[in-house]
């Protein structure tokens, strides 16, 4: 009875560590400890069927622990059950089960004590960092520590060398059970039947005790010949018994893993939940401290120029491949927006993973959390990438390099930083720029060339594998495979379509592409339905897994499958990846950091190491300073500006269309008339808008001069192209309130139309106006007979030239005019006909041919330098005429009306200037600040726009000192806390 038994138990025992274990009898489909593999298991053959076997098992966790074990189906029976002698060879069964005992003994001391080990380091990971907590523990636990070696305790454990030479001879083992599965398998004789059983009593001569050793063969010798009398189907029951025995056993301890897994995840997220809630001061975790010196290294070198050495998962794949929903089962939520076909990746978005309490999704520009347990988070998550993704892409293009910096958070995820890139294309179809697919490769050899990413290749497994793009695109960038992970995707839709299901064997291993991997793994990411959850997703995979023949033939290892192994795998891979490089790279940081220093000191000795957004702070202030300065300047400055520009623009206007008409009239009354006409159409039609034109040009040459004033003052010429960029935008976004328009025109109608001149000084101003006036366009007009007559005989004489033909007529004319002048000193403004006609007899009769247009232009020059000149002299004798006003000039020949108007318009000019100043000082200069205020806004808010108006090799330089600082003090604080972890 004994032999029987050890013999059931040990077919069992082979069955256990067959190649495709976890298909046959339903068992999870990881891979078992190696000591589960290595500890020969043996169950006595008692009757009892709820006794529980003795096992000692130290098992991985993976996605699917859960799945239950499926018993064998029993061979169907033959006969009915005969009768088994029970024979009672007590001192052979003693001696055998003394030696099990043995052996138990010794394999449960060995295998519990390594399974300690094991599982203090495995639970040592898992665990969080309670170093904070420490407080929470009596004084006196820490002084019983001191006193125990916890790490000399451990060491003390036996090595593995060790154990095996105290473990059994396990190819005698194998090659018995081997022996006793093909014996009962076969269906042979029962005489071959007692030989296996002699053969399994092979297990007992390893001990080497000789009378244990003669015992025990005499025994078996007697147990030997009663065997012969039980039947096939009597051990076949045995063995049905045998295998729901350990069905049970197995499912006890699978349900005590379980139950431990989910007490410490709930342990974990315990104590981040109360870390969350701020009990300790919170720190960074690991994660996000990586994740931030990625960020800056990306910023610092936006175009991947010169790489950064530092490890990320680069996900590649075909578009619509199942890169966006592998990535979603990693990160546990549907957080990327879907599309039935189309390109939705339109740039990258590098998600950060980390473990917290509440699974929440944030982005790095925005303090926004979205609950990703939520279903209105989700879409709205999902919207704002679609947004951003579509915000970032330019106008005409397909896709960006621009990077979307997102974290995600929650119980049980694995750490770790991915990007997700666009999908690789074949053809460029409708609606996509002609560069998108050379755009997509070069984006995507950017991201691959750093020679420690990780590189997650994603293949369609639903499409025939000839129609793979990536795959060639991934051999170039690592042609050795060295930090290459292949992952198919969409196996359901493969076995179901594929008529030779070997292909997918050949796939994950690596045999049918060229491109080499690390690993390959298999994954099924739901139906295709984009409401699936990802529990459902997960269950879905799970089952297939479970039934899949792909798994059951053996063409699959469990190792290979579901997503949470491929997680798993990625995460070691990655953390491994960057404990070898960051040190590599803090000192390849700190190298750079010497050289720009050492660079700055040597050309910058005595400036500031001001970046480009310190610089534009500082020009702000300076600018906002300068604007500030208009509203300081004085009264009588503006209307002095004012009022001298004012007559600039119109006096032209005053002289040649009011004053010279009006002095043509035969009397004064027809002369007042006659101004005061002009001057009611002026005043309506064109003076007000004059009047603010000239007050709007006074305010930005003011603004430009305060600008340049203050240059002179220790400015900056870094900052010269980033004023007069804001100044001309200030200017062009200021409007003139011109609602002051009306008011300003009644104004001036109301000066203008005043005549009484109060006083003597009013009366000599007035006069020293009109003087200076009429001085400065006499001055003119002589300036352009010059011109037109050329040089006189003196100018020809000393310097040798002499006048062109035209001047030379033109001359000729002049004398001509020049003596009809003299004969009528009070001639008109205009020649008549047949003056013009006699003219040019004349001057015909002297050999000079003239046009008639040439001499009414001459006319109107020398009737001009006439006129003004009997002006001044009129206005001479005026200085003593302010008696003769006052009577109205009665009973006189002396009339000064022409001064009268000029006191008209000076007077007008002093009352527009001083309610344009007043206009200015109230309203425009607060206004132009304002303005000037939202373009430095703008402006400071505009990146691109900033480096072009702040530029040069000291901002560049400053730029690049402050990043590298930056870098390398995070790299420095990441490495700290990695130190710290382990």
């Given at each position: 009875m004994l032999r029987v038994g050890s013999s059931a138990a040990c077919v069992a025992c082979r069955n256990l560590v067959s190649t495709n274990m976890g298909v046959r009898f339903r068992v999870p489909l990881q891979k078992l400890h190696p000591l589960s593999r290595a500890i020969h298991h043996r169950y006595s053959g008692n009757n009892n069927p709820h006794r529980t076997p003795h096992r000692t098992a130290a098992r991985y966790f993976t996605s699917m622990s859960r799945l239950p074990m499926r018993p064998l189906k029993p061979p169907p029976r033959s006969g009915g059950h005969r009768y088994q002698q029970q024979r009672n060879f007590w001192v052979a069964s003693l001696a055998a089960r003394l030696l099990r005992l043995r052996y138990i003994l010794l394999g449960t001391a060995v295998g519990g004590g390594y399974t300690a080990k094991k599982t203090y380091e495995e639970w040592k990971e898992m665990l969080p960092d309670f170093s904070e907590y420490n407080w929470v523990i009596p004084d006196f636990v820490w002084e019983l520590s001191e006193q125990i070696d916890l790490d000399k305790l451990a060491k003390a454990l036996p090595e593995m060398e060790d154990m095996a030479k105290l473990l059994p001879d396990f190819e005698k083992i194998g090659e018995n059970f081997t022996f006793l599965k093909s014996l009962l398998s076969s269906g042979v004789s029962l005489g071959s039947e007692v030989k296996g059983a002699s053969g399994l009593h092979l297990l007992l001569e390893t001990s080497g005790d000789p009378a244990l050793k003669a015992t025990d063969a005499s025994a078996g010798a007697a147990h030997d010949a009663g065997d012969k009398q039980y039947k096939k189907s009597s051990d076949k029951e045995k063995l049905d018994q045998l295998q729901e025995e350990l069905l049970r056993t197995q499912l006890k301890y699978q349900r005590m893993l379980e139950r431990l897994e989910k007490e410490n995840k709930e342990l974990r997220k315990v104590v981040l939940q109360k870390d969350d809630k701020g009990i300790h001061q919170r720190k960074k975790s690991l994660i996000d401290l990586y994740s931030e010196v990625l960020?800056?290294?990306?910023?610092?070198?936006?175009?991947?120029?010169?790489?950064?050495?530092?490890?990320?998962?680069?996900?590649?794949?075909?578009?619509?491949?199942?890169?966006?929903?592998?990535?979603?089962?990693?990160?546990?939520?549907?957080?990327?927006?879907?599309?039935?076909?189309?390109?939705?990746?339109?740039?990258?978005?590098?998600?950060?993973?980390?473990?917290?309490?509440?699974?929440?999704?944030?982005?790095?520009?925005?303090?926004?959390?979205?609950?990703?347990?939520?279903?209105?988070?989700?879409?709205?998550?999902?919207?704002?990438?679609?947004?951003?993704?579509?915000?970032?892409?330019?106008?005409?293009?397909?896709v960006s390099s621009e990077t979307i910096s997102l974290s995600v958070k929650g119980p049980g995820i694995q750490r770790m930083v991915l990007v997700d890139l666009p999908g690789v294309i074949s053809t460029v179809t409708t609606g996509m720029a002609s560069d998108t697919k050379e755009t997509i490769f070069s984006m995507s050899k950017a991201y691959m060339q750093n020679p420690n990413a990780i590189i997650l290749c994603i293949q369609d497994g639903s499409v025939d594998a000839e129609r793979s793009i990536v795959t060639d695109l991934v051999s170039q960038m690592d042609p050795h495979g060295k930090r290459t992970i292949f992952v198919l995707t969409k196996v359901d839709l493969a076995e179901k379509n594929l008529a030779s299901p070997s292909r997918i064997q050949q796939i994950v291993e690596g045999k049918l592409f060229p491109m080499k991997a690390l690993g390959y793994f298999a994954v099924v990411t739901g139906k295709g339905s984009t409401g699936e959850s990802i529990d459902a997703i997960k269950d879905y995979e799970e089952d297939f897994f479970q039934n899949s023949r792909l798994l059951r033939d053996g063409m699959l290892k469990a190792h290979q499958v579901t997503t949470k192994n491929l997680s798993l795998a990625v995460s070691d891979c990655f953390w491994k990846m960057v404990r070898e490089s960051v040190e590599q790279q803090a000192d390849v940081f700190k190298a750079s950091r010497f050289n720009l220093e050492t660079e700055w000191k040597n050309n910058y000795p005595r400036l500031r190491e001001l970046d480009r957004n310190e610089l534009f702070e500082k020009a702000k202030n300076e600018i906002l300073d300068e604007v500030i300065s208009l509203s300081q300047v004085t009264p009588q400055h503006w209307e002095s500006i004012l009022q001298k520009k004012l007559w600039e623009r119109v006096s032209t206007h005053v002289i040649e269309n009011i004053y010279l008409p009006a002095a043509q009239t035969i009397d004064s009354g027809t002369f007042n008339t006659t101004v005061d006409i002009k001057l009611k159409q002026w005043t309506d039609k064109q003076l007000p808008h004059k009047a603010l034109e000239v007050a709007w040009e006074t305010l930005q040459e003011e603004f430009a001069r305060f600008m340049a004033e203050y240059k002179g003052k220790d400015q900056d010429d870094i900052f010269d192209k980033l004023k007069e960029a804001v100044k001309d935008e200030g200017i062009k976004r200021h409007k003139w309130n011109e609602r002051a328009l009306d008011s300003l025109r009644v104004i001036q109608h109301n000066a203008l139309e005043d005549r009484s001149i109060t006083d003597k000084p009013q009366w000599d101003a007035a006069i020293q106006f009109m003087e200076e006036t009429l001085q400065s366009r006499l001055k003119d007009t002589e300036s352009v007979i010059r011109d037109m007559v050329g040089p006189d005989w003196k100018t020809r004489w000393f310097n040798w030239t002499n006048r062109t033909p035209e001047q030379h007529v033109r001359n000729e004319t002049k004398n001509e005019l020049d003596r009809l002048l003299k004969l009528h000193d009070d001639h008109t403004a205009y020649l008549a006909n047949d003056e013009v006609t006699t003219v040019r007899k004349n001057l015909e009769g002297r050999g000079v041919e003239v046009d008639p247009v040439l001499i009414k232009d001459t006319w109107h020059q020398l009737y001009r330098r006439h006129f003004l000149q009997k002006a001044l002299s009129h206005c001479s004798l005026c200085k003593r005429g302010f008696y003769y006003y006052q009577r109205h000039f009665v009973d006189s020949e002396l009339e000064c009306n022409d001064v009268v108007l000029f006191w008209r318009i000076q007077r007008m000019l002093v009352i527009t200037a001083n309610t344009l100043r007043q206009q200015l000082t109230n309203t425009e200069v607060r206004r132009l600040e304002k303005n000037v205020k939202e373009v430095l806004d703008d402006f400071g808010e505009d990146m691109e726009k900033k480096t072009q108006l702040i530029t040069g090799r000291r901002v560049q330089l400053a730029e690049d000192l402050k990043k590298v600082r930056e870098i390398q003090e995070k790299l420095e604080a990441f490495i700290e806390a990695l130190h710290k972890e382990k």
């Open positions: 960020d800056i290294l990306s910023d610092y070198d936006a175009n991947y120029n010169t790489q950064d050495h530092l490890p990320r998962v680069v996900v590649v794949g075909d578009q619509s491949a199942g890169k966006t929903s592998v990535l979603e089962m990693i990160a546990q939520a549907r957080i990327f927006p879907r599309g039935s076909g189309e390109m939705m990746t339109r740039s990258p978005v590098k998600v950060t993973l980390s473990e917290g309490p509440h699974h929440v999704a944030m982005f790095k520009d925005s303090g926004r959390e979205f609950d990703l347990t939520k279903e209105e988070d989700l879409a709205a998550l999902r919207h704002e990438i679609e947004l951003r993704m579509r915000k970032s892409v330019k106008e005409g293009q397909t």
